[in-house]
């Protein structure tokens, strides 16, 4: 058992961010949240906890890192969108890498040396098999995967050179909202498939399936749906392990189970209690048959379980977050 840690959340007003620093308190850890909130939301944070600072401040998040002492860095701060990132790639490049680097500059002036870094499944791109191992090929396919997979490139070179410990963790496809915090995905604008499905069922205009011409079962994408209150104790179990002298690793966080676009699109619909409105529109550019998780390496590890694997119980979490929000 770890004692108390203090933890630096960056993007800690965002979904993932918010929600894992909510499990890192009630873990016992102290946590202090950098977010800018160009993307996150203030209501997210407790207003004591927040530093409203840009990543690429290295200034103010050592002069934040020094105030006190830290035993470890959670790294959110980045922006997720890969249809944004194709389109503005230097954006990427800038927050995502050039923010990293910002942070870490910043952790080395200041000697904490223990990161828990999200990381993404779009680190393989395309890749040749499924379920994927962290042994496949990091071939990314967009500005998005790029960015991230050159902060876990760094990261190698920095546990040499600076014994900073880090464990990456490759998400698939974070949903759903977390019960006890009470909160939930809210992206602008939202391209995420599960908010979008509810948005269709609360406005009555159709969502649209990116293809049905798939070489899958019904011919629609597959993924892995991994719940945000199982990704976040992920994260408390990678810390921890850390702060007990874990090495450098990189580990997925799946369920190890794939799901395709028609079977979400049922699951919303029995989490709503009524169907949701589609069509069937053309492929989207850049996406995979089917990207699934083995997170054998995870489990062995950490020790870790996803105790919500269940479709449609994710989707009623997302829809109970959802009507919430829109009253
Ligand atoms: N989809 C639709 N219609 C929509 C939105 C999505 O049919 O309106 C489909 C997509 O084509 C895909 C699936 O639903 O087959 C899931 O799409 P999402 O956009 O929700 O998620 P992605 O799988 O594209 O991407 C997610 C994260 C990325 C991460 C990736 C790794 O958003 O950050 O998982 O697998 F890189």
Redesign the pocket.
Known sequence: MNKMARILVTGGAGYIGSICAYHLLQAGHDVVVVDDLSRGHRHNVAPERLRQVNILDTGKLTEILAAQPFDAVMHFAAY???GESVESPELYFANNVGGAVSLFRAMRESGVSRLVFSS???VYGHPSRSPITEAEPIAPVNP??ES?AAVERMLGWLDRASNLRSVSLR?????GADADSGLGEQHDPE????P??LRAVHTGKP?????DDYPTADG?????YIHVTDLARAHVLALEYLLDGGATVSLNVGTGRGHS?RE?VEAAGEACGRPVPYNI?P??AG??PE?VADPARLKSLLGWQPRCTDLREIASSAWEFFTRRAK
Request: proline share 0%.
């Open positions: 997720i969108a890969v993404t499944a779009a998005y995967g991230k998400y698939f496809n974070a949903c391209t995420h498939l599960i979008l499905l969502a649209t399936l990116f293809g629609t994408c597959i993924r892995d676009v979400v529109g492929r989207r996406d995979s990207l």
